[in-house]
């Protein structure tokens, strides 16, 4: 079973309604984007943590903070070039010859965006690891998108594990023959790995295809419709955190660092 898909199944509330969910994770995707309020993006993503958390027991706090921290090592390489930059004005001087350095405008725009996005990247982790993929999918038919559009979702999330499979295990194979043992190894086995990977990546997606093909497939991947618990309970809570984070927004200024 996918890793994700493994967590997902865990979930507390992995059988109550998907387009609940799914709604609920939209709504505070949208408040969290377009509201650009630091405080706002704060409260979302400690509700989210909150949310996952206490729903799935498969995660722990120290788990989540692991989960959090793959998209952190991404915000930092790309928050630089908006946090250091030339001005005549600056906070903090890094180069004083050519007035390279963190301005207040810089350092407060970079910190609004690192919790903007850290946030979202929480809410999104709420609808993943609470939701299975077939569920997930299944939401999206109910609600009426492209079945041409899902049909493609499904492929290639089934192709792209495929693709992470076969490496895992040419990987595996080439560390029990004493492969990657120094770096003059580690270079020729991922050379090697990277030269036969696609290949036998497509072929087991090809092969995958056909088997599709012989078990009737015509352009749409039709499955049998689960029976959920109510969801109700996500369209209260939507409707509450709408209401706090206009408060937030409106009354609760961001910080500024002058």
Known sequence: MILIDKYAYASNIYKTDPVAKLVFTAILLILCLFLNNL????????????????????????????????????????????????????????????????????????????????????????????????????????????????????????????????????????????????????????AELTATLFIRAYKKADLSYECLLSRGYNGEINTINEEYKSGKIFYFFAFLFIIISLLIKYFISGITYE
Do not use: H
């Not at 405008?105 to 690891?129: E, P």
């Not at 109910?142 to 559009?149: H, Q, V, W």
């Not at 492969?179 to 580690?186: A, I, P, T």
């Open 39 to 190: 405080w706002v993006s704060i409260f979302l993503l400690i509700i989210s943590m909150v949310f996952t958390v206490y729903t799935n027991p498969e995660i722990s706090i120290t788990k989540y903070i692991k989960f959090m921290s793959v998209p952190v090592l991404f915000l930092i390489t790309g928050i630089l070039p908006i946090l250091i930059v030339q001005d005549n004005n600056l906070k903090y001087v890094l180069i004083e010859k050519y007035n390279i350095g963190i301005s207040s405008y810089s350092l407060s725009l970079s910190i609004n965006i690192i919790f903007r996005a850290l946030s979202a990247v929480s809410i999104t982790y709420f609808l993943a690891l609470s939701t299975p993929m077939v569920y997930f999918l299944e939401s999206l038919q109910r609600l009426k998108l492209p079945k041409l559009f899902i049909s493609l979702m499904e492929l290639i999330y089934r192709y792209i594990f495929i693709l992470l499979d076969e490496a895992y295990a040419m990987y595996k194979s080439q560390t029990l023959r004493l492969g990657y043992r120094n770096f003059k190894s580690s270079i020729i086995c991922l």
